[in-house]
């Protein structure tokens, strides 16, 4: 009499758990710095929107004040003239106050950007140069 051998060992369920086990925690690795890498992009595209908004406050403020031009704008400056709304950390998903917020943008005589130095809740961007509005100078 021939038995009916059909089904996996207990080895080959333990080997295929393995193997699932190793790849889901690689996955999550992976997973987890695509997610960290996004909230640096979307850290230094707030950088550029401020630049942007400030590039307008500029323009405006050579129309009503065309003999003086600010050394700096402050995000608070910015959010109450209208030029931006309150922006989120992308980092701790919370809303940065205006009020309390160190954000500023540097200004050129000559009404160009020269920087933007942007303060989140738990890291900064504040380089030197708009140039280097990049993930790698968050602090």
Do not use: W
Not at 19 to 45: H, N, T
Not at 50 to 63: I, M, P, Q, S, Y
Not at 100 to 117: A, M
């Amino acid at each position: 009499m021939k038995k009916n051998e059909k089904g996996y060992t207990l080895i080959e369920l333990l080997a295929v758990v393995l193997i699932l086990g190793i790849i889901s925690a690689v996955a999550v690795v992976g997973i987890g710095r695509l997610i960290e890498q996004s909230k640096e992009r979307a850290f230094v595209a707030q950088a550029l929107h401020l630049k942007e908004a400030a590039v307008l406050f500029v323009t405006n403020e050579r129309v009503e004040r065309p003999d003086t031009l600010p050394g700096s704008v402050t995000y608070k400056e910015l959010y109450e003239k209208g030029f931006v709304e309150k922006m989120r950390d992308p980092f701790t998903d919370s809303v940065l106050d205006p009020d309390k917020n160190g954000t500023y943008i540097g200004i050129h005589l000559n009404g160009s950007i020269r920087n933007v130095c942007l303060h989140g809740e738990e890291k900064q961007l504040c380089p030197d140069t708009l140039a280097d509005l990049e993930e790698k100078n968050i602090k």
